[in-house]
């Protein structure tokens, strides 16, 4: 007789994700930024994804990163999109953490006094954004707010 | 593969429409049609870039009511979407279908309307080719995207940022000259005598990025007819091949090893220049995406035609400016020409040919005629890239 169990089709059905989105944003809230180490390269993946950033390696566990790193770039934005309106101006920005994978975040610094300089300069996560969202946005997001400490 | 000719070009004024982007889909179709003598009923298949639809005119599958509205009848009819390079991959995609033999004649362009939107929320739809999950919280902005680029340009090459930000204001000058001398663009007879101190003084949208390094939001369409090369004789004495073309996709912000270097960008370069087996130094002429002043010094690299870090002071220095080393943007690029974005890929492909044709407006026109000319599409911040090789000649 052709045709497949439903059962066994049941039982088949499985995620492929380690670190789901939603937990790694939970983890931004906490304090935490949370990652994969690869089995194969050893190497991490951050944000999360369904393989290995650097080697597409399909072994992963979840690991918790230093959230220190150093600053690579930044903008200030004047003309933000909408929605956020009342964040202007602010610092979006682009670390290279310790453990090798960049991240983009908010810098918590002063628009007005934020220039080259900044960059190079190490950070760390000190605290989330979430933003409010909207209709298009799929619920709130949150992403990872660093300070200058050096 | 077959060789695959563009027989027909249209192109609608650039600017504030007051016509639907259907219409203005036809308008640009029916001149490309016009332009190659050919008839509704030779058309086979409709690719159509549109990017935003669904937010400008709550309309999705716009191809469809496209190919209805020039009633091509039930012929296959696919909207492609690569953000700002969606007419781009529409090309490409036509191309292939052509080239591989499935249809003889097909239309390949794109549409946008994107200035009813206004600009916050306008930006808020563009923002949306931005990585969603972790760009779409910070409020990244694709002027941000760009003027984090242009920061570590001037970290990597050890070039102060002021004067970075001067180099990438001659991309605007040299661009808006030329935009005011095109009838079809957004800024015809405007800032065709724009300085470079206009760009750096005026108002900051994203820093350093100004409001006079940043394209407009437009609304406008362009359109091809593709037919293979082996029957295009029959209805052109002019028809202009595709030699080469290439495709490339990038990711969030986050995974690219350097802004400057985009992997895509390279890659989808490479494979056309390989299709073509052309190099740079045989190119005549560039469209390029110049979104941002510094994204054409960004892609000038990345294409092979300066080394890491020179494309700056050689724009300053007028090596891309007709009779320099290599003229890009003649037709005023993004920023003097403006940038419907759904439409952009295709405006760029019709500009290189009017070129080709001797037909760019008198003070844009490369004399002698440009053999070989290439196109630059970008879409997102990196996430999709196209490349188009043309020629006059068959390889």
Redesign the interface.
Known sequence: MVGKEREEMEKELKGYTVLT?AEYEEGIKEGKLLGLRCASCKKITC?PMPVC?WCSGRSLERTELSGEGEL??????????????D?VP?I???VKTKEG??????LDYDAER?S?VL??KQVKLSGA???KG?K???G????PVFEVIG | MRDVAIIGIGHTKFGRATKMSHELFSDATLQAMDDAGVELKEIEALFQGAALPGFEEGQVMPAAFSAADLNLGPIPATRCEGACASASVAIRDGAMWVGAGEYDMVIAGGVEKALMMG???A??T???AC???????????F???F???A??Y??NYDMP?DTVREKMASVSVKNHRHGALNPLAQFYKKLGDLKVEDVINS???????TLLDCCPFSDGASALVLCSAEEARKYTDEPIYILGMGQGSGG?????AD?TKPVSRISSAKMAFKQAGLSPEDIDMLEVHDCFTIAELIALECMGFFDWGEAADATADGQTEIGGEIPVNMSGGLIGKGHPIGATGASQVYWVVKQMRGEAPRGNQIDPVPEYGMTDTLGGDFGTLCHFILGRSKK
């Not at chain 2, 990585?131 to 902005?141: C, K, N, Q, R, Y």
Request: with cysteine.
């Open positions: 989105h944000h950033q690579m770039t930044f903008t200030i934005i004047r003309v933000p999109a909408e929605g956020f309106e964040d602010y979006p920005c682009l994978p960049c991240v983009v975040g908010r934020a080259q960059i190079s954004y979430t933003h909207d298009f946005s799929g709130t997001h949150t992403c | 600009t916050s929320f930006s808020r563009f923002a949306m990585h969603a999950p972790t760009e779409g919280p910070v409020g990244l902005t002027p941000g995207v003027a984090m680029a920061r570590l001037s970290i940022l108002k900051f949208v994203a820093d350093p990025i969030p912000l986050s995974k690219m802004l």
